[in-house]
Nanobody, 119 residues
Framework: QLQASGGGLVQAGGSLRLSCAAS????????MGWFRQAPGKGREFVAG????????SYAASVKGRFTISRDNAKSTVYLQMNSLKPEDTAVYYC??????????????WGQGTQVTVSS
């Protein structure tokens, strides 16, 4: 089970930190990722991190603004989002899988958390 939290309403330029608590799988054995889906759009890969936390991947649209990290002792993955823009508005989902750097590498999804960035 994956439970995302930390979403909310923030002004452009602000920051939010999303968390995703995992259970039911050996957390450190799986890559973790964040995806988002804006109204009327398809699901978009945002960021991924390897099981050991040593490798990360980011979408070009968030690189340099967002940081993914994980705490395997707490079975939790985080997404620190800085310099938020209105176009970052979406429902954000966490996911787990075997390959951190490709969308097709994820096979288990949690429920999302809404992020709204006002201009």
């Amino acid at each position: 089970q994956l439970q995302a939290s930390g979403g909310g309403l923030v002004q452009a330029g602000g920051s939010l930190r999303l968390s995703c608590a995992a259970s039911g799988r050996t957390f450190s054995s799986y890559a973790m990722g964040w995806f988002r889906q804006a109204p009327g759009k398809g699901r978009e890969f945002v960021a991924g991190i390897s099981g050991g936390g040593t490798s990360t991947s980011y979408a070009a649209s968030v690189k340099g603004r967002f940081t993914i990290s994980r705490d395997n002792a707490k079975s939790t993955v985080y997404l620190q989002m800085n310099s938020l823009k209105p176009e970052d508005t979406a429902v954000y989902y966490c996911a787990s899988g075997k390959s951190y750097y490709v969308s097709s590498g994820y096979d288990y999804w949690g429920q999302g958390t809404q992020v709204t960035v006002s201009s």
